[in-house]
């Protein structure tokens, strides 16, 4: 696996908790495409996950079911590999 570009360890430091993509948005100084963009990368290499709030367990849960076109709303987190792959860079 190819290491991580500065956007994307950058996205991946925000991510150690589950944030919403305006938060983000206000984290990293990229544009918002690009930031899209490479949510969409990290999706794809499996380095973050979608998250939705769940009522009857009063958490976060994973969630496959989004938008991929409009991250507005949505809710991330870095999974167990991309927050290795982020420690050990």
Known sequence: MEPLNEIQFDILDVLYFVEPYEKILEE??????????ELRNLLSMRLIQVMKYKEE????????????HNFR???FLATKEGLMKHNGR
Not at 28 to 37: C, K, L
Not at 57 to 68: H, N, Q
């Open 57 to 68: 367990v009063k958490d976060y849960v994973p969630t496959s079911i989004f938008d991929s």
């Open 28 to 37: 990293v100084s990229y544009p918002e495409s690009i930031v899209r963009d």
């Open 73 to 75: 709303g949505c809710y």
